[in-house]
């Protein structure tokens, strides 16, 4: 079901809509490793972020007479999914908790989805959007858990292997494992000496966990800057756990601190406006958690959809409070 055929077909399902962001290299971290080092700007996506590749593959094998589709993403699936649906002339419901801030709701919006408030919590509006399905006959598209999700998402290693055949290390951010799971994958079949590598923030890092654990696992979610990365693996996991156990090399955690100096990094150095959580890769390479990487080394810039007065802040160097946590400024200085 997820095969390098599987992910052939999405590229042809994505094509002209999803797909060929570039891939450019920083002269900065090329120079500080020795070696070519990559960055595949996903950030450039319409939505903002990768996603759309997965939802867009999803969304466009349904039947056109189906009623529908729903999710309870706040975040970049969400939009991906509220975007690719209204592209098919199909109703998006977006199910979401009233601790939603206003901004992400009018995102969603703005791209066409319908958004349905419901109780205080992320498993509230789970509720809601199951509930969807069972009675009026909407079809949930999950943010990673699914095949033709999966597959999409390793189209990105497609693009990217085409490019530059001697890829050697790939650094992926991670949190449901699917973009992890679709471009290991990928990668693996294209390429007989590349390793790959999964990177998520320490605090509530479910995939990792999982992997240690040596199945899927329950995390307790800490705010993060790479808020993207957060939530759990599903303890009903599928197809993501078990593609990321058999076909990554490692996973590496990072710090807010160590976040908080990579995204200092892509945006001074490479000019560059990503989330937290894209910057992972770049963070475990300059704190020396990934010495001497293999090269050419490759990263997935996954997203720009951040709150631009926090990212501001954070560049000039002031202290971020993130929910009960504050993370501390520092000036850059190259
Ligand atoms: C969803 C997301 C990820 C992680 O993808 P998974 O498939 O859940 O591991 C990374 N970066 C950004 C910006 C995302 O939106």
Redesign the pocket.
Same mark, same amino acid.
Do not use: D, I, R, V
């Given at each position: 079901m997820i095969s390098l055929e599987a992910v052939y077909s999405a590229a042809d399902q994505i094509r002209g809509v999803a797909d060929n962001t570039p891939m450019v290299p920083s002269a900065y971290l090329s120079r500080r490793s020795g070696t070519d080092f990559l960055l595949k700007l996903e950030n450039t996506q319409s939505i903002g972020?990768?996603?759309l590749r997965g939802a867009w593959n999803a969304i466009a094998k349904l039947p056109a007479d189906c009623n529908g589709v729903t999710c309870c993403s706040t975040?970049?699936?969400g939009r991906a999914v509220a975007f690719a649906a209204a592209q098919r002339g199909m109703q998006a419901v977006i199910c979401m908790s009233e601790l939603v801030p206003q901004a992400k709701i009018d995102g969603i919006k703005a791209l066409g989805g319908k958004i349905r408030i419901v109780g205080r919590s992320q498993d509230d509006a789970q509720v809601e959007s199951t509930r969807l399905v069972a009675e009026e006959g909407l079809v949930e598209i999950p @943010?990673?858990d699914h095949p033709d999700v999966i597959s999409a998402?390793g189209t990105i290693a497609l693009e990217m292997l085409a490019a530059r055949p001697d890829i050697k290390t790939i650094l992926v @951010?991670?949190?449901?494992?699917?973009?992890?799971a679709g471009v290991a994958m990928t990668a693996k079949a294209l390429s007989s000496d590349v390793k790959v590598i999964g990177i998520s923030m320490d605090q509530g890092a479910a995939?990792h966990q999982s992997l240690q654990a040596g199945k899927p696992v329950a995390v307790d979610e800490a705010p993060s800057l790479a808020d993207?990365?957060g939530g759990g693996v599903g303890l009903n996991n599928q197809f993501?756990f078990a593609l990321c156990q058999r076909y990554l090399d490692q996973t590496i955690l990072v710090t807010e601190e160590e976040i908080r100096d990579a995204m200092q990094v892509l945006f001074f150095e490479d000019r560059i406006v990503a989330?937290g959580?894209?910057v992972v890769g770049i963070a475990a390479f300059m704190s020396g958690k990934l010495p001497n990487p293999d090269g050419p080394v490759a990263t997935i810039i996954?997203?720009r959809?951040l709150d631009m007065h926090m990212f501001l802040d954070l560049m000039a160097g002031k202290d971020v409070r993130l929910g009960e946590t504050i993370v501390k400024g520092r000036r850059y200085a190259g």
């Open positions: 972020a990768f996603k975040g970049n699936h @943010p990673f998402q @951010p991670m949190s449901g494992g699917g973009l992890a995939m993207s990365l993501s989330e959580a894209c996954t997203g959809n």
